[in-house]
């Protein structure tokens, strides 16, 4: 089973040179951690940073040079500040390869539900519905079951939406999964996991075809 950095970690495979990225909210920030050092990728906050790098160092931290999340971060050399209308330009005109982001939900048609809970207070939906209409390429981080252990790869979300069958491809604690229109289809699975353990916790529905290989990260 993996933890949240074995979740990025994972997906930070799925980044490819060249790319420009957006990380959302949680577990997604963690990804610019674990990029290869090999390739050349830029990472895109909605708030206006592009060239983002890892977190810093303790003690090392700028706290007038943050992400959208608010937390603070590193900038690559060539970095670059704007406003948030050239950043959702970017954004809206499809400039970004890729986008990471974390879900309470995933519905096995590609639905994601990741910005409110009803009777919870949240400040708005941010630049979620901008990323999930614009963007060609989505990877959903998440872990596969709530607290309660009830699963929240579903056949339908319950949460109010924050896109409609954009998600490609996501990235559990205890598995990686392609969303095609037949609904989950099940591509790795985490370290010490079962097919079996994937099934019970999976609600939507699971497409499982051959022997499923262990995740290298």
């Known amino acids: 089973m993996l933890d949240k950095k074995g979740i990025a970690k994972r997906i930070a495979k799925e980044v490819k040179d060249g790319y420009y990225v957006n990380l959302g909210i949680g577990i997604p920030t963690l990804v610019a951690n674990f990029v290869r050092d090999d390739i050349s990728v830029e990472f895109q906050s909605e708030n206006g940073v592009l060239g983002m790098g890892p977190f810093p160092f303790e003690g090392e931290e700028d706290a007038d040079i943050i992400n959208a999340g608010k937390q603070t971060i590193t900038t690559l050399p060539g970095a670059s500040f704007f406003d948030s209308a050239l950043s959702f330009g970017m954004i809206r005109g499809k400039h970004v390869h890729l986008t990471i982001l974390g879900a309470m939900e995933v519905a096995e048609n590609g639905d ?48 109010p939406l924050t896109g409609v069958g954009c998600v490609k491809k996501i990235v559990t604690n205890l598995a990686v999964l392609e969303v095609v229109p037949e609904g989950f289809k099940l591509l790795e699975r985490a370290p010490g996991i079962t097919v079996e353990e994937i099934v019970a916790a999976t609600e939507g529905n699971l497409i499982v075809e051959g022997e499923i290989p262990e995740m290298n990260i």
């Open 112 to 159: 994601i539900a990741n910005w409110k809970i009803p009777g919870k207070m949240v400040k708005g939906m941010g630049g979620a519905m901008d990323l999930v209409a614009s963007a060609e390429n989505i990877i959903v981080a998440m872990m596969h079951t709530n607290r309660e252990g009830e699963s929240k790869l579903l056949k339908r979300c319950t949460l």
